[in-house]
């Protein structure tokens, strides 16, 4: 299974698995159809919105305990 870091760049996180921008965007990060997810890291998204670095962990680790979780998409 692959894990998710702060440093990965959102289209990559995205093509581990889609279902990940349902978490993105329960944090209000809308950034799944913005242009700026195909050069901008996560750690970077969530400084521009307004995140600080402890709460970005807490959702790589949710994102990471999703992944451990779910079923593999069809």
């Known amino acids: 299974m692959k894990k ?3 440093n990965m760049i959102i289209n990559d ?9 349902a978490i993105l965007m329960q944090h209000g990060m809308h ?3 913005c242009g ?4 901008e890291t996560l750690v970077e998204a969530c ?3 307004g995140m600080g670095s402890e ?7 949710g994102i990471n305990s999703f992944l451990e ?3 593999p998409q069809q």
Not at 13 to 21: K, N
Not at 36 to 39: F, L
Not at 55 to 61: A, F
């Open 4 to 6: 998710i870091t702060r």
């Open 13 to 21: 996180i995205l093509e581990v698995d889609g279902r990940i921008a």
């Open 31 to 33: 950034c799944v159809g």
């Open 36 to 39: 700026a997810a195909k050069h």
């Open 47 to 49: 400084a521009v919105h």
């Open 55 to 61: 709460e970005c962990d807490k959702m790589v680790d």
């Open 69 to 71: 979780q779910a079923v």
